[in-house]
């Protein structure tokens, strides 16, 4: 498609085309790929001063930074990305925004902001029918309420965000969201439910292919039954 696009001149075609290919390579984190087309993406698209188009390139570079582990930049991204789409009124842009700067907060242990962030995404997300941030940002909502202290709301939103991914068939929230759940199991002194939803996990991983969300099911498990 990019090349097609090219050959017509088809600026704004093309930059789509460079942003479908950072999605595929961030998914299959592609490292090489990501770190290639990301920044010919954002230039192009400032090039033909599409800012939709910039706040999508924006998004992904930041997730890109995400994955390899430089947070300022991927923070920096975001806070250019965020108020763009929402000036912009580009829903989709926004809502990615929103949620991967949620989880980027989570990790950095800003639950304040982790919790503001992933319910604009997930509200957002609802009114657009998006069933695929949806539950990322329900997952992390959830996590997030958790290290709050907040247990029965953060299993409400990761059992809503998991009955989501169930009906949609989402591999990726159904290779996660579980490893969730059975997190905060354990943390709560639950170790059956805990050993349950992380068994699930691994299964599931395993048909997916998504090794992170293996490796992380299997640690849990490893914690789960020297405490059993």
């Known amino acids: 498609m990019r090349e097609v696009c090219r050959i017509a001149g088809d600026l704004e075609g093309e930059c789509r085309a460079l942003l479908g290919i950072c999605h595929v390579a961030t998914n299959a984190r592609d490292v090489t790929?990501?770190?290639q087309y990301c920044p010919e993406a954002r230039a192009l698209a400032e090039r033909i001063g599409n800012q939709a188009l910039m706040a999508?390139?924006?998004?992904?570079?930041?997730?890109y930074r995400m994955v390899s582990g430089e947070l300022a930049e991927a923070?920096?991204?975001?806070?250019r990305s965020i108020p763009m789409a929402r000036s912009l009124k580009h829903r989709p842009a926004l809502i990615i925004g929103l949620a991967y700067s949620g989880i980027l907060r989570f990790w950095r242990s800003d639950y304040a902001g982790?919790?503001?962030?992933?319910?604009?995404?997930?509200?957002?997300?609802?009114?657009?029918?998006?069933?695929?941030?949806?539950?990322?940002?329900l997952s992390y909502l959830g996590l997030t309420?958790?290290?709050r202290g907040r247990i029965s709301e953060a299993m409400a939103s990761m059992q809503e965000g998991l009955d989501m991914a169930r009906r949609n068939n989402n591999a990726v929230a159904l290779?996660?969201?579980?490893?969730?759940?059975?997190?905060?199991?354990?943390?709560?002194g639950d170790l059956r439910t805990a050993i349950e939803?992380?068994?699930g996990?691994?299964?599931?991983?395993r048909r997916t292919r998504a090794a992170e969300a293996e490796a992380n099911a299997l640690l849990n498990l490893v914690y789960d039954y020297l405490l059993a």
């Open 33 to 35: 790929s990501m770190e």
């Open 56 to 63: 999508e390139a924006d998004n992904a570079w930041a997730v």
């Open 75 to 79: 923070e920096a991204a975001y806070e």
């Open 114 to 137: 982790a919790e503001r962030e992933n319910v604009e995404a997930s509200q957002l997300a609802a009114a657009a029918r998006d069933g695929f941030h949806l539950p990322l940002s």
């Open 145 to 147: 309420l958790a290290n």
């Open 175 to 188: 290779s996660r969201i579980p490893n969730g759940i059975g997190w905060v199991s354990r943390e709560i």
């Open 197 to 199: 939803f992380n068994e």
């Open 201 to 205: 996990c691994v299964e599931v991983s």
